[in-house]
T-cell receptor, first 116, second 110 residues
């Protein structure tokens, strides 16, 4: 399935590096999301964009900086990360925001990030 | 208390067995519920939505009990390919947030 794609799939970075994660959705959806999934923890919602406007920022440290240039693309810029930021970063999209009724989110394959 | 709580498992069952997972939620205003399946090192994928009246999709049956604030997933005739982590998801009241449980791991064995 290629509805939501993410690159890179794997990333190893040092604490002083700057990198960006990219997400693209081909579903014509209006909302896009960044989630963090750490081992043995539930998915944590980081950011939500609806029609290219940020509508949620769930107390995420400023070392994570999202960007949504258009409704199909979403970036997560990373700088001066910590080892505890190592996790799977999942992008998702949904037709609308807020998700209505049984509207669901479709996830990308994720970027597995390791911070050394 | 976690907003959405699941037994992490793992549940180890033989092929052909019937297995059930429960999930409890704390926000009584939660509107809708879903089960997602997540294979190892893959993204979550929607398995099924959960309707108030209960719903069935092949070998999978989902139930919602609003009075007790739990949902369940029943898998009949387990297959090896059912081995995965099953995530319980609640759409919060106001409809603006999906809250995920930590997932229940299922291992189906020969």
């Amino acid at each position: 399935e290629t509805g939501v794609t993410q690159t890179p799939r794997h990333l190893v970075m040092g604490m002083t590096n700057k990198k960006s994660l990219k997400c693209e959705q081909h579903l014509g959806h209006n909302a896009m999301y960044w989630y963090k999934q750490s081992a043995k923890k539930p998915l944590e919602l980081m950011f939500v964009y609806s029609l290219e406007e940020r509508v949620e920022n769930n107390s995420v440290p400023s070392r994570f900086s999202p960007e949504c240039p258009n409704s199909s693309h979403l970036f997560l810029h990373l700088h001066t990360l910590q080892p505890e930021d190592s996790a799977l970063y999942l992008c998702a999209s949904s037709q609308d925001y807020p998700p209505r009724g049984l509207t669901t989110q479709y996830f990308g394959p994720g970027t597995r990030l390791l911070v050394l | 208390r976690k907003e959405v709580e699941q037994d992490p498992g793992p549940f180890n069952v033989p092929e052909g067995a019937t297995v059930a997972f429960n999930c409890t939620y704390s926000n009584s205003a939660s509107q809708s519920f879903f089960w997602y399946r997540q294979d190892c090192r893959k993204e979550p994928k929607l398995l099924m939505s959960v309707y108030s009246s209960g719903n069935e999709d092949g070998r999978f049956t989902a139930q919602l009990n609003r009075a007790s604030q739990y949902i369940s997933l029943l898998i009949r005739d387990s297959k090896l390919s059912d081995s995965a982590t099953y995530l319980c998801v609640a759409l919060q009241g106001g409809g603006n947030k999906l809250t995920f449980g930590t997932g229940t791991q299922l291992k189906v064995e020969l």
